[in-house]
């Protein structure tokens, strides 16, 4: 089993960069695929982020490529989404999440979901 912890967040102008960052504790980080999604209430959780178990693959959404950068690092079980000229449609909780499969966009196919850190950006 993995915990997830998620910092960060927190509200910014329209413009403005945030980072977020997960921290991961019980079995070995490196075994797992790791995401970011986001989610706003009333609609579906939606995929940000996605990396291999190393930094060798990195995938991101349309609405977030070159923008958003994620990175990892196995050592110290943790994982970081940068968030770069931020906008008001990328308000929402974002959530650090770890599987199995790489290259999955699916909710369902991660296996391990931090708590969720709110980043809320005004116009």
């Known amino acids: 089993q993995v915990q997830l912890v998620d910092s960060g967040g927190g509200q910014v102008q329209a413009g403005a960069s945030l980072s977020v960052s997960c921290a991961a504790s019980?079995?070995?980080?490196?075994?797992?695929?790791v995401g970011w999604f986001r989610q706003v209430s009333g609609k579906e959780r939606e995929f940000v982020a996605g990396?291999?178990?190393?930094?060798?693959?990195?995938e991101y959404s349309d609405s977030v490529k070159g923008r958003f950068t994620m990175s990892r690092d196995n050592a110290k079980r943790t994982m970081i989404l940068q968030m770069n000229s931020l906008k008001p449609e990328d308000t929402a909780v974002y959530y650090c999440?770890?599987?199995?499969?790489?290259?999955?966009?699916?909710?369902?196919?991660?296996?391990?979901w931090g708590q969720g850190t709110q980043v809320t950006v005004s116009s």
């Open positions: 990396m291999g178990r190393s930094e060798n693959f990195v």
């Open positions: 999440a770890v599987g199995r499969r790489d290259g999955s966009r699916k909710p369902d196919e991660y296996d391990y």
């Open positions: 019980g079995a070995p980080f490196s075994w797992y695929v």
